[in-house]
Each structure stands twice: as structure tokens, then as C-alpha cells.
Nanobody, 121 residues
Framework: QVQLVESGGGLVQPGGSLRVSCSASGSIFSIGSMGWYRQVPGKERELVAI???????NYKDSVKGRFTISRDNAKNTVYLQMNNLRPEDTAVYYCNAWAKASGRDSYNLYWGQGIQVTVSS
């Protein structure tokens, strides 16, 4: 199995920066695309950013120019650098990854447990 663990969330003032990380562990054979989603109470989970193994990136329009997704394949880790944060960025942030566990024939989608990011003065 594959486990994803997020870290680095917290409280930050508007205009501030924060970096969240997500590390994959377990019996990993290969990791494909990795991404960050966010969710606020009463709303559906939404895509924030995604990155492929070859470093192709895609972002939600409202975070373009402020957020940067990156990955360290040697560490099985994906990062989300968030700059110029706004109160509307407040949410629980979840990472996910398409991963093939050792001994398995296909990729499956795994999710982290989520981490709170609060932007407030």
C-alpha cells in the first residue's frame, strides 16, 4: 500500500507565504501525476494544481502566478509553494498521487489526510 502524509499547513496573514509538502511512503513501485486539491465546508473538493512525472503543470486559474507546484521524485514528495495568500485560499488542502504499489499491475489513486491552511489577519 501507499500512504501520503501532508505537512506544513497553518495560519498565515493575507499576503503571506506558506509551503505545504506531501510525502509518499510504502511499497511504491512508481508514482505518476501528483496534485493538490482543497475543500471548504459545504463545497466540493477542487483542483488547485497538478504535476506530471515530466514536470508538466496545471493550475486553477485563481492561483496562477501565486502558487507553484513542484516535486522531488527521489523523495516521492510533492510541494505547493503558496505566495500572496488571500483569505479565500483558506481550506483543507489534500494531496493525491497516482501510484503503482509493488506487486500490483495498475496505478491507483491515493489521498492524504488533509491539512488546514488558514489565511486571516
Amino acid at each position: 500500500q501507499v500512504q501520503l502524509v501532508e505537512s506544513g499547513g497553518g495560519l498565515v496573514q493575507p499576503g503571506g507565504s506558506l509551503r505545504v509538502s506531501c510525502s509518499a511512503s510504502g511499497s511504491i513501485f512508481s508514482i505518476g501525476s501528483m496534485g493538490w486539491y482543497r475543500q471548504v465546508p459545504g463545497k466540493e473538493r477542487e483542483l488547485v494544481a497538478i504535476i506530471t512525472p515530466s514536470d508538466l503543470r496545471n493550475y486553477k486559474d485563481s492561483v496562477k502566478g501565486r502558487f507553484t507546484i513542484s516535486r522531488d521524485n527521489a523523495k516521492n514528495t510533492v510541494y505547493l509553494q503558496m505566495n500572496n495568500l488571500r483569505p479565500e485560499d483558506t481550506a483543507v488542502y489534500y494531496c493525491n498521487a497516482w501510484a503503482k504499489a509493488s506487486g500490483r499491475d495498475s496505478y491507483n489513486l491515493y489521498w492524504g489526510q488533509g491539512i488546514q491552511v488558514t489565511v486571516s489577519s
